[in-house]
């Protein structure tokens, strides 16, 4: 396998410090200790020992890897593994996939405050699953599913949003039998949507009233209440 031209330990080095001195302060010691890692593996900084052909006399260096969870150079092995029993436990029905986005006008503050306003899509977006499926005008089934958070567009643009896989149904109120959806057809779109707006900007207005956001850099205005009525009447326009 030929090696890639650019991995994310290049665009680490070249662009970390930077990274760090913006966003430092919002970055948990795991994830400081993660760059670090990516940064350092497999490198001289690690130590190494070096290898020797028995045949022709070749000699090499190997440098060590730093283990860390979140390295792709390290963990490929062990990813494709976990997927491989993650597929052995998947039902045998069919699946849909649900994207939620959070507006970009989110974006400054998100960045300044993602453990919060992550940990707020996560459960906006499992109450809304939670609320609509188990309405009996709509599925009237408990459901589940797994979700996944990518902060970043296909562009590399900052873009939050929640990708969910879920069975295509669910178990019925009393856990009688299996509930399916209507033939490609999950739940209502502009139902999910609003609900879903609805409980994340009453969760957002609850963190700012408890002084719970950062309001710093480019979020520094939205310390004056008038400037933060303004961007939730956005918000609330945006479908």
Not at 30 to 42: K, P, S
Not at 82 to 92: A, F, G, I, P, T
Not at 189 to 216: I, K
Request: aromatic fraction near 8%.
């Amino acid at each position: 396998m030929s090696q890639p031209p650019l991995e994310v330990a290049d665009v680490v080095r070249q662009y970390g410090a930077a990274f760090l001195a913006r966003y430092g302060h919002t970055l948990c010691g795991e994830q400081h200790r993660a760059l670090r890692a990516i940064t350092l593996c497999r490198t001289a900084a690690l130590g190494g020992h070096k290898t020797r052909c028995d045949h022709c006399g070749h000699e090499g260096v190997a440098y060590n890897p730093c283990r860390n969870r979140s390295c792709p150079k390290c963990h490929g092995v062990a990813q494709a593994a976990w997927l491989e029993k993650r597929q052995r436990e998947v039902l045998d029905a069919p699946y849909e996939h649900v994207v939620f986005s959070l507006p970009h006008d989110l974006c400054p503050l998100v960045l300044h405050n993602p453990r919060a306003l992550y940990s707020l899509l996560f459960r906006s977006v499992s109450q809304t699953l939670v609320d609509i499926a188990g309405d009996p005008k709509h599925l009237g089934a408990e459901i589940g599913g797994l979700a996944v958070l990518h902060t970043w567009g296909g562009q590399l643009q900052h873009h939050p949003h929640l990708h969910c896989v879920l069975p295509a149904g669910g178990i019925a109120a009393d856990g009688s039998h299996w509930v399916p959806c209507r033939p490609n057809f999950f739940l209502p779109v502009r139902v999910l949507s609003r609900r879903f707006r609805r409980l994340y900007l009453e969760g957002l207005e609850h963190l700012y009233r408890e002084g719970q956001l950062s309001l710093t850099g480019r979020c520094r205005l939205l310390v004056e209440r008038k400037a933060w009525k303004r961007l939730l009447a956005v918000l609330r326009d945006k479908e």
